[in-house]
């Protein structure tokens, strides 16, 4: 059984708004994991350690959706894309999600204990990664491949701040053994948001892939295939 | 156009025949990451983190046969089960080979120094993160979802190791601040090795999803759905 055109755009668009509402979601637990270590907010911390059954939910939604629709018509090329995109996005934006849990969970053990000394680079890394997502998640939807490639650019800005990172609090808790716990839950937090920059960079490929029919993974993003 | 049966059957198992091959590839670059560790072989830890081409080719080609087949034939609910299976494994499995190369990465690190001392659970949860994988990948290619479950459940020890690992080297490290730098570079390989045990365990549910039609994740593997 085939479904007419008209039914399958409506299934194609229902995926895309779930996939953005999904995007919210990871995108508000991973602000509030970054101001609760931020604020020194254990309540905001323990909240989003417990994680987020609608995003869970979604999950299982979209690939369900994803399925059917492979399953009902058989899909052209570039819808054919679209939906094993959609459903390599659902995986990275659920990976999202889990390392906000990470991150408020590390946050917790950091602000059990008197402040340190400034951030260093993490607010900036969290910018970053929660702006990587957005742009990545905006370019699947829009089809711009131009925007996925700019999200590509920005991961090795978010891997030089990890390494910059490591390195003023590896001296620091050499310094003073007395940071080292603190200094260990900082460093944890800036590999869990390194990790969403992955995901985001995994995202923008999934795009370009979409939008080009070009398998731009491990050619960091430049190089052409027919 | 539509495939002949006989053809498509083909076309599944060239997918399977090629995930194993990158399955095997993988099991080879994780053991060799763990023994430059433990024995102490720069020499064979810059030749992991070096990377490996033959993952990245099969990672494109694999997605490659997919998309084909899934464009070419409309596949009943059982082979597009195996198809979208067999993408999410590809991913999971690609990610594991980059673990190795962090594993590696940080062992360089460790190994540059002075021994600290026996390397605590590191190399029993390799053995475990190891044999996941190896699972799991067994688990797909005979469609076990016993297997798989097993899979599942070994995935607490291997938290509760990394947690162990955790206690033991940040004690370790404010006894002997000397000793920080590598016990760091021992906690994060321990983090790569527990990333591992997540996608094996990725791959697990995938395999249940395949053989039952029923989404395990968020369930712990045991809550039963239509």
Chains 1, 2 share one sequence.
Not at 117 to 128: F, G, H, V
Not at 182 to 191: E, F, P, Q, V
Request: hydrophobic share 45%; charged share 30%.
């Amino acid at each position: 059984m085939k479904l007419e055109r008209h039914h399958f755009e409506e299934g194609l668009g229902a995926i895309k708004q779930r996939l953005l509402g999904m995007g919210g979601h990871v995108e508000v637990r991973l602000t509030e994991a970054v101001q609760a270590l931020m604020e020194r907010r254990p309540e905001l911390a323990e909240r989003v350690a417990r994680g987020d059954d609608e995003i869970n939910r979604l999950q299982v939604e979209i690939d369900d959706r994803c399925l059917k629709l492979l399953a009902l018509q058989q899909p052209m090329a570039s819808d054919l894309r679209f939906i094993t995109a959609a459903m390599k996005i659902n995986a990275d934006l659920e990976r999202i999600g889990d390392q906000a849990v990470n991150i408020a969970q590390n946050a917790l053990k950091v602000i059990a204990q008197p402040p340190l000394r400034p951030l260093i680079d993490i607010p900036r890394m969290a910018e970053l990664a929660l702006h990587m997502t957005r742009d990545a998640l905006d370019a699947f939807v829009r089809r711009d491949a131009e925007l996925a490639r700019k999200v590509l650019q920005r991961d090795d800005e978010v891997d030089n701040l990890k390494d910059h990172v490591f390195r003023v609090l590896l001296t620091h808790m050499m310094a003073d053994p007395g940071t080292i716990e603190r200094a260990l839950g900082l460093i944890l937090i800036s590999r869990n948001l390194e990790r969403i920059a992955d995901h985001a960079t995994n995202i923008a490929e999934d795009v370009i892939f979409l939008v080009e029919a070009r398998d731009v993974r491990h050619r960091n993003g430049t190089e052409a295939e027919g």
